[in-house]
């Protein structure tokens, strides 16, 4: 992988497809993309298109094997590359080691200016790879993006509402930047292209590809620990109120425990 251009990297969190909808018998695919990286890599795309800064789009994904198909969907809707960052020592892996296994994937890669995140994951919202990322990999800074506006070889000229107007920010590289709108809408994706990316193949990255320390993968290397996990949502039995707005206040203020 290595060339002449420019690469921009889209790091990919795939998802359950039943996340995105109530409807969980309406996916042939067992993962969709996170709605925040799917409508950043449309845009990049867009930009890609118009022709006046050549550039490569590479998207990274650390997941289970069975997310390749996923990756293959990513080079039908126009990203050059695609990479499968997969390995039995990554389960389990909380932000800190994700973002340590994902800044030694970008590192491989050659000519990176730009690592481009989702604002978070709608299966986590925690919001934390991209300035993790930003700090492993020496890179300037984090910024937050609403709209693609222009990419050159030196700069990224960007979008953002900033309190009640909207910017145009202009920021040099390297950089890693968080796209903070989403879609959920399916991407339309060309059935050739589709039909042609099933042929291509995804290079699949292991912990011996990446040169990782076990010790900072998975269960071992991450700072969090998970004790105990819930699948149905709990609902308590509500309490209608009666009486003044004073009267009210009064019988909220007991029941949390305020005098």
């Known amino acids: 992988?290595?060339?002449?251009?420019?690469?921009?990297?889209?790091?990919?969190?795939?998802?359950?497809?039943?996340?995105?909808?109530?409807?969980?018998?309406?996916?042939?695919?067992?993962?969709?993309?996170?709605?925040?990286?799917?409508?950043?890599?449309?845009?990049?795309?867009?930009?890609?298109?118009?022709?006046?800064?050549?550039?490569?789009?590479?998207?990274?994904?650390?997941?289970?094997?069975?997310?390749?198909?996923?990756?293959?969907?990513?080079?039908?809707?126009?990203?050059?590359?695609?990479?499968?960052?997969?390995?039995?020592?990554?389960?389990?892996?909380?932000?800190v080691a994700t973002s340590y296994i994902l800044s030694q994937a970008i590192s491989k890669l050659e000519n990176v200016k730009l690592v481009v995140c989702g604002l978070k994951t709608i299966d986590g919202e925690t919001g934390q790879i991209p300035p993790a990322l930003s700090e492993r990999l020496g890179f300037q800074s984090v910024v937050s993006a609403d709209e693609l506006v222009a990419i050159t070889k030196d700069t990224i000229t960007y979008k953002r509402v900033c309190k009640d107007s909207l910017c145009t920010l202009q920021k040099d590289y390297p950089t890693v930047l968080t796209f903070r709108q989403f879609s959920t809408k399916p991407p339309v994706v060309n059935l050739l292209a589709l039909k042609r990316s099933k042929n291509k193949e995804i290079p699949h990255w292991n912990g011996e590809d990446l040169g990782t320390d076990v010790s900072r993968c998975g269960l071992n290397g991450s700072k969090t620990k998970v004790l105990q996990i819930q699948n149905e949502i709990v609902k308590k039995d509500g309490q209608e109120l009666e009486g003044t707005v004073d009267e009210k206040v009064e019988k909220i203020m007991g029941i949390i425990g305020i005098k």
Do not use: W
């Open 1 to 95: 992988m290595e060339d002449n251009l420019f690469r921009i990297v889209i790091c990919i969190k795939p998802i359950r497809s039943e996340l995105l909808s109530q409807d969980n018998n309406g996916f042939s695919e067992p993962f969709s993309l996170n709605p925040y990286e799917m409508l950043a890599l449309q845009q990049f795309v867009k930009l890609k298109k118009t022709g006046e800064t050549p550039f490569k789009i590479t998207c990274v994904c650390m997941a289970h094997p069975s997310a390749e198909s996923l990756m293959k969907k990513m080079l039908a809707m126009g990203s050059d590359e695609a990479v499968l960052v997969s390995d039995s020592q990554f389960s389990g892996s909380d932000t």
